[in-house]
C-alpha cells in the first residue's frame, strides 16, 4: 500500500527523525509538530508546501468564497443599491475590528511586523467581507444574476482560482524572505 505522505514518519514529515515522545503539539495550532529541541522563537520559519497549514488552506477556499460574493456585491454597489444598505455601516466596523484583534493574537510575531499583517488583513478580507454581504443580499433579492447560464459557478471558479493563487504567491514571498 502507498503511503500519502502525510503519515508519521514519513520523509515528508518535518520531524521525520525525531522520536515521538520528544514531539510536542504547535503552539500556533497549525496541525505541524516541532521537536523539543528545536527553537521556535528565533521569527524565522522556512515554509515549503508539506508546511501548508490548516489555516492557511481555511483563508485561501473562504477568500474564495468572500471573493466570488464580493463580485457580486461590487456589482449591487455600482448598480442598483448603495453601501451599507445591506446592514448598518457599524457592523461593518465591527468586522474589520475582529479580524484585526484576531489576527493579531493569533501572529507568532510581536511588534511592527504584526501590526502590519494583522492590519493588511483585516483590510483585505474586511473589504471583501463587506462587498460579499453587499453581495449575498443582492443576490438573495436577485438569484437569476447568478443562475443565468450559471454564471455564478463560473464566478465561484475564477475566485477560487484568484484566492489559491493568492495564497501561492504569498508562500512564495514568505520563502524568498526567509532564505534571503
Given at each position: 500500500m502507498a503511503s500519502n505522505g502525510g503519515e508519521e514518519g514519513s520523509p515528508t514529515d518535518s520531524n521525520a527523525g525525531v522520536d515521538p515522545s520528544e514531539r510536542r503539539p504547535d503552539p500556533g495550532d497549525t496541525g505541524f509538530e516541532h521537536s523539543v529541541d528545536s527553537d521556535t522563537n528565533d521569527g524565522v520559519v522556512s515554509s515549503t508546501v508539506e508546511d501548508a497549514s490548516?489555516?492557511?488552506?481555511?483563508?485561501?477556499?473562504?477568500?474564495?468564497?468572500?471573493?466570488?460574493?464580493?463580485?457580486?456585491?461590487?456589482?449591487?454597489?455600482?448598480?442598483?443599491?448603495?453601501?451599507?444598505?445591506?446592514?448598518?455601516?457599524?457592523?461593518?466596523?465591527?468586522?474589520?475590528?475582529?479580524?484585526?484583534?484576531?489576527?493579531?493574537?493569533?501572529?507568532?510575531?510581536?511588534?511592527?511586523?504584526?501590526?502590519?499583517?494583522?492590519?493588511?488583513?483585516?483590510?483585505?478580507?474586511?473589504?471583501?467581507?463587506?462587498?460579499?454581504?453587499?453581495?449575498?443580499?443582492?443576490?438573495?433579492?436577485?438569484?437569476?444574476?447568478?443562475?443565468?447560464?450559471?454564471?455564478?459557478?463560473?464566478?465561484?471558479?475564477?475566485s477560487l482560482i484568484v484566492a489559491g493563487l493568492a495564497y501561492f504567491l504569498y508562500l512564495a514571498v514568505l520563502e524568498s524572505y526567509t532564505s534571503g
Open positions: 490548516k489555516y492557511g488552506l481555511s483563508l485561501t477556499l473562504i477568500g474564495g468564497l468572500l471573493l466570488a460574493l464580493g463580485y457580486y456585491g461590487y456589482v449591487a454597489v455600482t448598480g442598483p443599491q448603495a453601501l451599507g444598505q445591506a446592514i448598518p455601516g457599524p457592523f461593518y466596523l465591527l468586522a474589520f475590528a475582529l479580524l484585526f484583534v484576531l489576527e493579531l493574537f493569533r501572529s507568532r510575531k510581536r511588534g511592527a511586523m504584526a501590526l502590519v499583517r494583522a492590519t493588511a488583513l483585516a483590510l483585505f478580507y474586511g473589504g471583501l467581507t463587506a462587498f460579499a454581504i453587499e453581495g449575498s443580499v443582492y443576490l438573495w433579492y436577485n438569484p437569476d444574476a447568478a443562475l443565468d447560464g450559471f454564471v455564478g459557478i463560473t464566478v465561484l471558479a475564477v
